[in-house]
């Protein structure tokens, strides 16, 4: 791996823990787990919308090992959705994906399983982040969701 792939993926890999940290407590009571899992938002920084896509449900609501999407709306270049699943509260996946043109990060991300998540319902949040001139990463909106097992 090229020193300047590897500096951003170590870089990206600190500010998931960063926004993680952070944004959690504040994204996660947002939907709750009401009647609504596909809870969509627009919360966050005010620069962009985000809102859950289901691609293979059968029943309107997200699953364990099913594949989900987001519509993303962004006055900046190249946002990217940081998707973080939660079972009690114990993170068991992330994914990251650029919803960009000619971005090499996927748009469609799995609902487990990973090497953390065999199985069972799990909370997620997923992040439209806009990575800035300076290098930083800025949360500008989330959505949060239930996942059924």
Avoid at 75 to 93: D, R
Avoid at 96 to 121: R, T
């Amino acid at each position: 791996m090229k020193g300047t792939s590897r500096t951003f993926l170590i870089v990206l890999a600190m500010a998931t823990i960063l926004a993680t940290v952070t944004t959690g407590a504040a994204v996660a009571g947002k939907c709750g787990h009401g009647n609504n899992p596909n809870c969509s938002g627009g919360n966050g920084g005010g620069g962009g919308t985000i809102s859950l896509v289901l691609l293979n449900s059968t029943d309107g609501l997200p699953h364990f090992g099913q594949q989900v999407t987001f519509n993303v709306s962004a006055p900046f270049s190249q946002p990217w959705v940081n998707l973080k699943c939660y079972q009690s509260g114990t993170w068991v996946s992330g994914e990251w994906g650029g919803f960009f043109d000619g971005s090499a990060y996927d748009q469609i991300f799995a609902l487990g399983p990973s090497n953390s998540w065999a199985g069972g319902d799990a909370d997620c949040t997923a992040d439209l982040v806009e990575w800035t001139a300076k290098g930083s990463l800025v949360v500008q909106a989330s959505t949060s969701f239930h996942v059924y097992a």
